[in-house]
């Protein structure tokens, strides 16, 4: 070891002080696998600037890209029975339920907030994949039936961007009723002439495919989002045969006609607004 490691470095770095460099400067693409600076991601809207890959994206950054000027109002969700089954695995239900709060900042895997979009009202549902995989328990089932009746209250669109793994096992049957409760959500909806639109992000799968989700005015995917109910390998092993590559993504969903439209990040906003001044126009009626 030289003097200039053993006495000269450790006086610079007491006459200058140490600064610690943030861990989270840089993120990897899961596709390229280039580093990206964490501010231009941020301005990419969470984009991959050098493959156009779209990186998984909070339910609160989807309120602030989607409102007109970033402008909401974030409503407050009913409460629901923290652990009703009190349930346990490897840790207790009520563990993992705090430090999901810990790590994101939100009470549960849904936020709702209003505002406008294209100048149209809306009222948008945001779930959160961080949130316990955006698993839909009764909290995510009470937040999107306050979303449903938000929009009825408004005479607004209802818009709900999915990101979920499916039901929350830890909540049992009470987190498989969610899926008819939601269906009649969005029920509410469609029986007072509002529309629906169904946002569908990386990954949508499990019991929020088999209820709400697929019951849009218009289903919008995001390009190459995991769409399905379950998992591929399973899907194989019970149909017994090979099955496309990419079948669960949103192009060839879109080719198939499951999905109405892949649209860029960067153009969702626009493209909602559009879609939302088309779908309140009324039907022309002509003069007595």
Known sequence: MSWLTEFVRPRIRTLLGRRD????????????QQMLFHTELAKALNVCTHCGHH????ATDRLDWTFDDGAFTRIELPKVPLDPLRFRDAKRYTDRLREAREKTGLDDA???AHGLIGGQKAVVAAMEFGFIGGSMGAA???GLVAAARLAVLQEAALIVYTASGGARMMEGAISLMQMPRTVIATRM????????????????TGGVTASFTMLGDIHIAE???????????VIEQTVREKLPDGFQRSEYLLSHGIVDMVVPRAELAATLGRLLRLLRVKAFEPAA
């Open 140 to 142: 995510v089932g009470e």
């Open 21 to 32: 460099v943030p861990e989270n400067l840089w993120v990897q693409c899961p596709a390229c």
């Open 110 to 112: 849904v936020v709702v």
């Open 223 to 233: 390009p190459n989002a995991e769409i399905g109910f379950a998992g591929a390998r």
């Open 189 to 204: 909806v469609r029986d007072a002439g509002l529309p629906f639109i169904s946002v569908l992000t990386d990954p949508t």
């Open 55 to 58: 990186l998984r994206a909070k």
